[in-house]
């Protein structure tokens, strides 16, 4: 089973006010110019970042915010000038949009994703931290705070407390599941650009955790191990051919949902992982007709720590933001060298039949590929949370 949380996926965007209300909800399948070039950038990034993961972590699972790191980047692209704006803004597939429309497009997703679903809880949180005394521009800042409603804080990095303060808003923005990011704050850093998600749903058609049993289960390395295994029988959407079977779990009223894909063959997921795209994704999920099956999957959490993610972007072609000599962030001070020196991103997610938060503190678990070993016309099945963080530090 391949995780990564992709947000933007089926997602409509409201044009200009993103207060979303019962009435209003017919108004989100009319995408706006904007949002619509958000979107598909996003996914065709979100497909590329899967293809990476799958080729850099072949023996791990692994799980992953598209929409995080694409919207801590907006940010930063609200600093950037020249070619280092102009590679951001097409590496994630905005090209085509203002400046002023990608922050637009940002800000009203933002408004649709935590209002869309009462049932739902989601929460987007941005914040800016940067060096007392260091001179930013203001419009940066306002901007920010206008489009991502990030929380602005001059601190001195020099003192301890500066680092138990950011620590600080993160353990709040993630409910108590991730503690601590930062240890230090090297002299040379001048800020910090984070974003955190926080995702909680029960699916629509629940399950009896009665019906939780011990099952064999084949991990990446081929070895079979006894685990909790949960189980449901009833209509979802589905479709199955020769490649893959799919099927599409609602949450809460039905605006969000969990899509399972399940390779045909249980020997090569991260081949799996590493060939699908963007295109040929819609094309399956839009085949997808309601039919009764049983569905399985085992009780599992991950907590992804993605190391290698700055190495993995710049492989990718995101490589001016990094350079020490080429990147210009002049929108955030025109009189100092900035770069990026670091990013960080960090996913959680546990699946259980419960899908409460106080089951969800633990923060290790295995590592290995989840390969679920089903009968004809069975799938995986699960409730939970997810919670993803991406932070950005700035270098003079």
Not at 94 to 121: C, K, M, S
Not at 241 to 265: C, I, K, Y
Not at 317 to 323: A, K, M, Y
Request: charged content about 25%; overall charge negative.
């Amino acid at each position: 089973m391949i995780l990564l949380l992709a947000m933007f996926t089926g997602c409509d965007i409201l044009e200009g006010d993103a207060d979303v209300t019962a009435d209003s909800k017919e108004t989100l399948r009319e995408l706006s110019v904007q949002g619509k070039v958000l979107s598909e950038g996003a996914n065709d990034f979100t497909f590329e970042l899967l293809q990476k993961l799958a080729e850099t972590t072949p023996d791990e699972s692994f799980f992953a915010s598209p929409l995080s790191i694409s919207m801590a980047f907006g940010m930063v692209l609200n600093g950037t000038d020249g070619d280092t704006y102009l590679e951001m803004r097409d590496f994630f597939g905005q090209d085509g949009l203002t400046n002023e429309e990608i922050n637009i497009a940002f800000r009203d997703l933002i408004g649709l994703l935590t209002n869309l679903d009462p049932q739902v809880r989601m929460e987007i949180a941005n914040s800016i931290w940067y060096r007392k005394g260091f001179e930013v521009i203001q419009e940066f800042l306002e901007t920010n705070e206008e489009y991502f409603e990030a929380e602005i804080e001059d601190l001195d990095f020099g003192d301890r407390a500066a680092v138990d303060i950011i620590n600080g808003w993160i353990n709040d923005k993630t409910n108590g599941l991730i503690e601590e990011m930062i240890d230090e704050i090297g002299p040379d850093v001048v800020m910090f650009l984070i974003n955190a998600i926080y995702f909680k749903a029960d699916w629509s058609i629940q399950f009896d955790p009665d019906d939780t049993r011990d099952e064999p289960f084949l991990t990446g390395s081929g070895e079979s191990a006894n685990v909790p295994m949960m189980r449901v029988r009833d209509a979802f959407g589905y479709h199955e051919n020769s490649e893959w079977q799919v099927v599409d779990l609602p949450n809460g009223e039905g605006d969000f949902s969990f899509t399972a894909f399940l390779p045909a063959d249980r020997n090569d997921l991260s081949g799996f992982a590493g060939s699908v795209t963007r295109q040929e994704f819609d094309l399956i999920t839009s085949q997808l007709e309601e039919d009764t099956v049983n569905v399985y999957m085992p009780r599992f959490e991950i907590d992804f720590d993605y190391e290698d993610i700055m190495d993995n972007l710049e492989e990718m072609g995101l490589t001016l933001p990094f350079s020490t000599s080429g990147a210009d962030f002049s929108r955030i001070n025109p009189n100092k060298d900035l770069f990026i020196s670091d990013v960080m991103h960090r996913a959680v997610i546990m699946v259980d039949e419960e899908g409460s938060e106080a089951a969800a503190v633990t923060q290790s678990c295995s590592r290995a590929n989840m390969r679920v070993r089903c009968n004809d016309r069975s799938l995986c099945y699960a409730n939970g949370f997810a919670l993803n963080l991406t932070i950005i530090q700035l270098w003079i």
